[in-house]
């Protein structure tokens, strides 16, 4: 904490303006707005919205952490990062996972725009990505249109573990550190704002939502260390309220009490159904003012699952 004191104040301002689309995760308005921009830090703006969608703009680059729910909204993100960086910097996109509102966005980029992701991501992509994008579609009218045409993207450049763009001024170290809510999960960490963009690795108290069948929140809490050891002071999640680097120990607390509950139900034999109901009750009176822990019976499901 500290140096971007003020640039945290800023970003919590943004969401407070930003309104109650951006306070809870699950199916706000899927239309990015322009008007949601805000600067968070001296390389990064955010628009607030659903998802979150980052910036990091240097004097060679700018790269777009995530697309937006299909291609409309993937063009809008790519004319608002041409603007900031404002004298025709080379594009490149990122996605933190194959999820529609992060993916499926990525036709309505300019030709010429680089994609990097990693490997993991990529597969679970091409596996899942179009049944992902024709559930969404079937939710709404609106996501129906939002997601016309929309497919599942290449990349130009896939990563196993770790790579670095040199954006110009500013750099974009890219993460992959296991499953965690997918298997593929991107966590993008700016180091001169000290900054990170873990996707829904880290969000702000909302439940995190064990997606993959074969993820559970031991692996997840892994991958949580591994951002812990970056020391970031500011986390910009991709759904929810934005804050600083105390929000990685916070998911870590919760994931670890989700973990230990299901574990000493296991090895008591509960049947899991019970003890997923049991859990979630116990955790929602435990954790006042989080959201989504709807999904806390799923959670204990994969902890019952997970061999480690
Ligand atoms: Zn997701």
Redesign the pocket.
């Known amino acids: 904490m500290g140096r971007w004191t003020p640039w945290i104040a800023a970003g919590l301002a943004a969401l407070a303006a930003a309104g109650p689309a951006s306070a809870q995760q699950g199916f706000g308005n899927p239309r990015l707005d322009e008007k949601n921009l805000r600067q968070v830090s001296p390389h990064v703006w955010v628009i607030m919205g659903f998802p979150n969608v980052g910036f990091v703009v240097g004097d060679k680059a700018v790269l777009v952490v995530d697309t937006g729910l299909g291609d409309p909204n993937g063009a809008l993100a790519a004319r608002v990062a041409q603007k900031l960086g404002g004298h025709g910097q080379k594009l490149i996109l990122t996605t933190t996972?194959f999820?529609p509102e992060?993916a499926a966005g990525q036709g309505g980029f300019p030709p010429g725009t680089e994609v990097v992701r990693d490997k993991a991501q990529q597969v679970e992509l091409e596996q899942d990505g179009q049944k992902m994008i024709d559930l969404f579609a079937s939710r709404s009218a609106e996501m129906g249109e939002l997601l016309k045409g929309a497919t599942v993207g290449k990349a130009d450049v896939l990563y196993d573990r770790q790579t670095t763009l040199d954006l110009g001024g500013v750099h974009a170290r890219l993460y992959w550190f296991g499953a965690a809510?997918?298997k593929g999960d991107e966590i993008i960490y700016v180091p001169e704002d000290k900054l990170v963009l873990p996707g829904?690795v880290v969000e702000n108290r909302i439940s995190p939502?064990i997606?993959c069948d074969s993820c559970s929140p031991r692996q997840w809490i892994a991958v949580v260390d591994h951002i812990a050891r970056l020391k970031p002071e500011l986390v910009v999640p991709d759904h929810g309220e934005l804050g600083d680097g105390s929000l990685v120990a916070q998911e870590r607390g919760f994931l670890a009490d989700l973990d230990r509950r299901a574990r000493l139900a296991r090895s008591a034999g509960e049947p899991v159904d019970e003890a997923g109901k049991r859990i979630q009750a116990e955790m929602e009176g435990a954790y006042p003012g989080w959201t989504g822990l709807g999904n806390i019976p799923q959670s204990v499901q994969r902890a019952y699952a997970d061999p480690g």
């Open positions: 996972h999820h992060h809510h997918t829904d939502n997606i």
